[in-house]
């Protein structure tokens, strides 16, 4: 055969010069060759009794190698002369030389002259080409093959560990565990002892030549006693071990191969079902989870927006991130199942309706959408609310002032005490209602702003709007019959006016100056108690700003209080000096009094520190806030830039040089690494909740050009492009290694993906695809012909149609021209070999010739065989390996 290794034969020349040395080895070669011998030269009717006398004339000799090797050699010299001897001889050894076998010092002379070593020799080499030579297991030969093969088979045995081809067979267990491997019908292995090595040998001898058409070659006594047994001697008769159950072997080759389909199967619809269970599972949770995040109504007060608030954060950093890890989970299993499948010859896996890839994807954009901008709604809602709670209490403020101011005074304007008094007495009414009227007007704008804050918490939509209105209504009504009542009583005072004179000066100034210092002072208080809302330390500085140019004017109003007190003083003087009553000191004109002005005048100065105090605080505040801005800020411009960087490199890894193993190895370590800087994005985000906690949110912060939400969206882009890149690899790997081809292979077919990819999206449009095959040597005419035949490749590679061919396709379309994978009708051979060429199977032979789970696999798919020359019972093989390798039952 072209395929014989002439090495071997020179190692079996050192075998002969070391063999042939021992006497003893001499007698078993000498026995098992010629019984070798003979259970050929039987099927010519002959037979051999002297095996160094037999073959001299080269005629059987000629028949031998004719019976062993199905050939006819030239005809033989019938004459008895040496020389006709010596020219048959010659004819077999220039035969066993055309099989490729190298003859060290064998010559026809030896053999004619009944030479017992070099005829030995010779059989031996005759042996090892037809008997051993074609012995392969596991792609080890000869006689590496063949003691491979009786390892594999005695391995269960107990009291068996075949290591060579002498004493491991000196017991006779070895032997018989080969036959009881292949036929338990003909000895009971576990009834057998090491301690009974003669009974052993004789057994197997026995039950061999009765059973199974091998003759006695080896003597047991000679076995036992023999120090070291003739290795030559024991692989010759156990080659005829082999070849005697080589039919069993085809079926367990057959059953291997089936087993090996049956995983594939198996593994790919656990696969299936994983993706269906995944899929429904997260697409359940966007189902639902969506909608919440699409409703943007909240009850409209500050504890129930702050709740929401808290929910969306707990929804980011603890409920989404699950769920985006089984996102890329989904996905990968999903590549590594279509790898699988395209791999094995299967068609593409396509998932239940509405849970493709893509669908899954589509679903997941549609929640991000839904997300897009929450976060920040609730924020601004918070601060809509707190703005609507601050103008609400501004509002309840200013009415309360209001209500104090008016109680009481609709009953002063409507009491008719102008009748019947005293013209002193009515001048001085007309004095007062001037001064009131005064104080009307003064509150005048109070009035106009308690409408305005009202207007304004209408327009902001206000949970207790209606309240708001009712109570705006009451005072806007009274105030209009305050108006009126005044009108109405300025009238009645008028028409008396000509009996009144003139009033004393000091009271008439006193309510005069009183009644707008009275004002300003309440004005004043209102604006020293009131609230206010800010973000910037800037803010704060204007109001500190203006609280400093209204402490600047209290010096005039400091004089002018002692003005006004000075007015009081000179007039309880004048009593005094005068003799009074007490009546003279009573101001008619006006309800205020010195008491009055002056406790308003220390509240004035008692609010002014209390103000100081007060913006001081918030100042302090707002630069915290403004610490904590500079805080993620910092953090911030570290992270953002990380994460660039890492998405870049896990982008350049497909376009590097460098074996599989390292591109893997490198994205392993950018795992590694971005699991390890997992913690920074967990710094970020509770740095960015304390800004928003310190009300400093809704504002840009000038120290950075990040935000959490894009710092958020970078993180997600990293964590999945690492996985979905080393899922590529792997299944790179899984392609290479499956498919047999080699790194510069691979490396061929990803430089040409790389040059027709030029946007780096690691796909290529059909344009593309068929310029990089046309680059590869494939010759795709330009018309109708070659069309359709790119078309049927754009079948292959893009199965769902998506209008891109993934680099994954690319590689598995590149290595099946070469690959040699399992079909179906390897398959369905194989089980037509466990079937003995039967059309049928039956369950009997399943459950003997397979493992027990991939027997029951089998059992539950078959279908029953329809064939009128089937037993009952009988099972279609052909019609399940055609399914095997069509669409899965998933």
Same mark, same amino acid.
């Given at each position: ?117 070099? %005829? ?133 080759? !057959? ?14 619809? +656990? ?25 943007? %109504? ?8 702050? *709740?929401?608030?808290?929910?969306? *954060? ?27 499948? +395209?791999?094995?010859?299967?068609? !593409? ?16 954009? @549609? ?40 109680? @009481? ?147 005039? !109003? ?13 007039? #309880? ?98 795992? *590694?690494?971005?699991?390890?800087? *997992? ?12 800004? #928003? ?122 290595? +099946? ?6 079909? !179906? ?44 020359? @089937? ?6 093989? %052909? ?12």
């Amino acid at each position: 055969m072209d395929n014989y290794d002439p090495g071997y034969m020179e190692e079996e020349e050192e075998w002969d010069r070391e063999g042939l040395l021992d006497p003893a080895w001499e007698k078993q070669q000498r026995k098992t060759f010629t019984a070798w011998c003979n259970s050929h030269l039987r099927k010519g009717n002959t037979s051999i009794e002297n095996i160094e006398e037999d073959f001299r004339n080269g005629l059987k000799l000629m028949l031998l190698l004719e019976v062993i090797s199905g050939e006819q050699l030239p005809k033989p010299d019938r004459g008895r002369m040496r020389f006709h001897k010596i020219a048959n001889v010659n004819k077999a050894l220039t035969f066993i030389e055309a099989k490729g076998v190298k003859l060290v010092g064998i010559g026809a002379e030896e053999i004619v002259d009944g030479n017992l070593k070099m %005829t030995l020799g010779m059989i031996w080499t005759i042996i090892l080409r037809f008997a051993i030579q074609d012995i392969s297991v596991e792609e080890s030969t000869a006689k590496e093959g063949l003691l491979l093969w009786c390892q594999r088979k005695t391995a269960p045995y107990r009291n068996v560990n075949v290591q060579n081809f002498h004493n491991s067979f000196k017991d006779g267990l070895a032997f018989c565990a080969l036959i009881h491997r292949h036929r338990p019908d003909l000895l009971d292995y576990h009834k057998l002892s090491k301690d009974n090595p003669l009974e052993n040998l004789n057994l197997a001898f026995d039950v061999a030549e009765k059973h199974l058409d091998i003759p006695k070659m080896l003597d047991a006594e000679d076995m036992v006693n023999s120090v070291k047994p003739d290795e030559r001697s024991v692989m010759a008769y156990v080659s005829s071990y082999y070849h005697a159950f080589s039919g069993a072997q085809k079926a367990e080759t !057959a059953a291997n191969r089936i087993c090996k389909v049956l995983k594939v199967n198996q593994e790919n619809e +656990r696969l299936m079902e994983e993706y269906e269970r995944l899929a429904s599972d997260l697409l359940e949770w966007i189902r639902r989870t969506t909608p919440w995040l699409e409703d943007r %109504t909240t009850d409209k007060t500050l504890p129930g927006t702050r *709740r929401k608030l808290e929910e969306f *954060r707990d929804y980011r950093r603890k409920e989404k991130p699950p769920r985006l890890e089984e996102k890329a989970t989904l996905e990968t299993t999903f590549n590594t199942l279509q790898t699988r499948l +395209r791999l094995s010859n299967r068609p !593409a896996y396509l998932p239940t309706e509405g849970k493709l890839v893509s669908d899954i994807t589509n679903a997941w954009k @549609g929640l991000e959408h839904a997300e897009k901008g929450f976060e920040e709604w609730l924020l601004n809602e918070l601060q809509r609310l707190e703005r609507l709670d601050h103008l609400a209490k501004k509002f309840r403020h200013k009415c309360q002032i209001h209500e104090e101011w008016a109680q @009481g005074k609709e009953d002063m304007l409507r009491n008719p005490d102008y009748r019947g008094v005293r013209l002193t007495e009515l001048k001085a009414l007309k004095k007062k209602h001037e001064a009131f009227e005064s104080d009307l007007s003064a509150h005048q704008d109070r009035v106009e702003q308690i409408a305005a804050i009202a207007q304004e918490l209408n327009a902001l939509d206000y949970h207790d709007v209606a309240n708001v209105n009712t109570r705006c209504q009451r005072i806007c009504s009274q105030w209009d019959v305050l108006g009126e009542l005044t009108t109405q009583r300025r009238h009645n005072i008028n028409d008396l006016e000509k009996v009144l004179e003139d009033i004393d000066q000091y009271h008439l100034e006193f309510a005069k100056r009183a009644a707008p210092f009275n004002n300003w002072m309440d004005g004043a208080k209102e604006d020293l108690v009131d609230m206010f809302i800010v973000h910037t330390v800037d803010e704060v500085k204007g109001l500190m700003e203006a609280h400093e140019q209204f402490k600047q004017t209290l010096g005039e !109003a400091d004089k002018e209080y002692h003005g006004i007190v000075s007015l009081v003083q000179e007039v #309880q003087r004048l009593a005094q000096t005068h003799n009074l009553g007490s009546g003279a000191t009573e101001n008619p004109y006006t309800t205020l009094s010195a008491q009055d002005i002056s406790q308003k005048w220390s509240d004035v100065k008692r609010l002014v520190p209390q103000r100081d105090q007060t913006l001081q605080e918030e100042y302090m505040k707002q630069q915290n806030n403004e610490r904590l801005r500079r805080q993620f800020a910092q953090k911030a411009n570290i992270v953002g830039p990380w994460v660039e960087k890492h998405l870049d490199a896990v982008a350049s890894v497909g376009v590097q040089k460098g074996s599989l193993e390292e591109h893997l190895g490198t994205l392993r370590n950018i795992e *590694r690494e971005v699991e390890s800087f *997992r913690p920074n994005i967990d710094e970020c985000e509770r740095y960015n909740q304390e800004v #928003q906690e310190a009300l400093a949110m809704g504002f840009d912060n000038r120290l950075t050009h990040y935000t959490m939400e894009t710092l958020r969206v970078g993180w997600e882009q990293l964590l999945t492009s690492v996985k979905r890149a080393i899922n590529e690899v792997e299944n790179q790997i899984l392609t290479r290694d499956s498919k047999g081809i080699t790194n510069e292979q691979l490396d061929e077919f990803r430089k040409s993906f790389n040059h027709f990819d030029r946007n780096k999206t690691r796909k290529l449009e059909p344009r593309e695809f068929k310029a990089c095959l046309m680059s590869l040597g494939f010759n795709i005419r330009e018309d109708k012909q070659g069309e359709a035949a790119f078309q049927r490749i754009l079948t292959t590679v893009d199965p769902n149609r998506a209008g891109y061919i993934t680099f994954d396709a690319f590689l598995d379309f590149m290595t +099946r021209e070469t690959a040699d994978t399992d079909t !179906a009708d390897q398959v369905m051979q194989s089980f037509k070999v466990l079937a003995g060429d039967l059309p049928y199977i039956t369950p009997d032979v399943l459950r003997r010739e397979l493992p027990p789970d991939q027997a029951e696999y089998c059992l539950q798919r078959m279908a029953p065989y329809s064939g009128r020359d @089937g037993p009952p019972g009988a099972l279609d093989y %052909t019609s399940f390996s055609t399914a095997l390798y069509g669409e899965s039952d998933l």
